[in-house]
């Protein structure tokens, strides 16, 4: 299995509804990594899990809270949205490596409308 | 903070036609990334360089990881419609921590 799955597809809720964004990746990748991508842009690095442990947090907002209950989960809590949020969130994972550049696998993408 | 140029930011070609595209760091870094990403989808992995000089191919598309290892450029030969869509560079450089490049939106005329 060489896929890293993002449910849902598209999800469109109020600023003070509480979502989920899910990923599964199943290639024993120990890495796994949310970004944001806004139309026309490159995607940007929010979080990164390494061994199931946050090791980077790029100064997101708190209304953004990630999880990772074990090596092929990767969950992203939504609550209290603002327009703003609305985006492409993309999962990605990767095998771990001491140093360097890794070789990241993306999933679909979740498109996110905050109303 | 570390600089990424990726260049042309989009490009206009004739199916048939070869493409370039290229990206510079302001920065030493041990890794480049090429990836493509199609409206709506997340980028796919078209080509990873680790040495310096190193020269890959990936069927039509061949990457190259400069000399100096600030650069790299993309080539992709006799371009046909379904190359169509936005070509990004990546880098990272600890613990994970990956940029991208701003991109090259291909279009390409039948």
């Known amino acids: 299995d060489t896929e890293v799955t993002q449910t849902p597809k598209h999800l469109v809720m109020g600023m003070t509804n509480k979502k989920s964004l899910k990923c599964e990746q199943h290639m024993g990748h120990r890495a796994m990594y949310w970004y944001k991508q806004k139309a026309k842009k490159p995607p940007e690095l929010m979080f990164v899990y390494s061994y199931e442990k946050l090791s980077i947090n790029e100064s997101v907002p708190s209304r953004f809270s990630p999880e990772c209950p074990n090596s092929s989960l990767l969950n992203l809590h939504l609550h209290a949205l603002q327009p703003e949020d609305s985006a492409l969130y993309l999962c990605?994972?990767?095998?771990?490596?001491?140093?360097?550049?890794?070789?990241?696998?993306f999933g679909p993408g979740t498109r996110l409308t905050v109303t | 903070g570390q600089q990424l140029n990726q260049s042309p930011q989009s490009m206009f070609i004739q199916e048939g036609e070869d493409v370039s595209m290229n990206c510079t760091s302001s920065?030493?870094?041990?890794?480049w990334l090429w990836y493509k990403q199609d409206p709506g989808e997340g980028p796919v992995l078209l080509i990873a360089l680790y040495k310096a000089g190193e020269l890959t191919s990936n069927g039509r598309l061949t990457a190259q990881f400069g000399i100096t290892r600030k650069d790299s450029f993309l080539n992709i030969s006799a371009s046909i419609p379904s190359d169509v869509g936005i070509y990004f560079c990546?880098?990272?450089?600890?613990?994970?921590?990956?940029?991208f490049g701003a991109g090259t939106r291909l279009t390409v005329k039948p």
């Open positions: 920065s030493i870094f041990n890794t």
């Open positions: 990605a994972s990767s095998p771990e490596a001491l140093a360097g550049a890794y070789e990241q696998y």
């Open positions: 990546a880098l990272s450089y600890n613990n994970n921590d990956m940029r």
